[in-house]
């Protein structure tokens, strides 16, 4: 069945053209009466400061840390708190992030992915993709995208899956199963940038989706079964996907990446999907 999205985001707020959070955050319209705790980044600046607000549903802003954990508290009072945040936020509050789910607090937890810190200047984090180039990293950067999908996983948690802009229906029935299930879920939005991966405006979505068509972004829903979702499901099939090369040329992050390297990507792929079709047998 294709859900109604709609637009909780108001015209004339301070986003880039082009911007995922905008996109994404049109998923959360699919839960009745959300709250959302925001951290800082790009979505502070995009909600706006009170009394304005561009959320057409209560915001709670909050230091880095303590999102999950003023989370759970409100909801002892409500239902369909919602915890949207950015990987860097997600780097910085993992301690509260891993405490909330070991205790199962009954939130949803979404992490909108634009693999940097964007908002204050494009600084590598920890889900940032091997070899692309931000202020922190300019040779690209050495070191792995943590994959933080199946660490919540392996907090053993009633739902957990990934998502991305490029595929909206996807990602707002995972936001609807979500609100439907209670203790702590938690999905892994991925949200390419136009300035901070260097590309057109005009084309998150196409970059998107093509994350996803290449393999190197995959979706997947755990909600006590394991499995691929949407597009994913047809690129199971290596020879059904597109060249990873396609994918990274299409950015300026990866401007000058060797050809010994996109083949470094690949086999990188390779070892996810084999650990992914690993988990679809175990659980
Ligand atoms: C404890 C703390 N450290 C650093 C900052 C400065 N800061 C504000 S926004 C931001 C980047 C956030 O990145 P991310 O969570 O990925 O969100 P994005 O801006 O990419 O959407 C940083 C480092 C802060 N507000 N608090
Ligand atoms: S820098 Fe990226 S995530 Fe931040 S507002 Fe602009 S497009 Fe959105
Ligand atoms: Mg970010």
Redesign the pocket.
Known sequence: MRLEIGCPLLPGNPSCQGCP?SIGLKALSVLENPIVVVP????TIIAGMHPKSSLKFPVVHV???SAPAVACGLSKAYDNVVVW?????AD?GFATLSGSAVRNDNIIVIV?D?E?????GIQA?GTTFWKAKTTTSPTGKREEKKDLALIMLMHRVPYVATASVGYMHDFAQKVKKAGEIRGFRFIHLHSPCPPGWRFDSSKTVEIARMAVKSGAWILWEYDGKFKLTGASRKCRDKGKRIPIEEYLRAQGRFRGISDDDVKEIEKKVDEVWNLVESLEKMF
């Open positions: 959070h800082a980044g790009c979505t230091p880095f840390a945040m950015g990987d860097g936020g910085i909108s634009n940097a810190y964007m908002n204050t984090s």
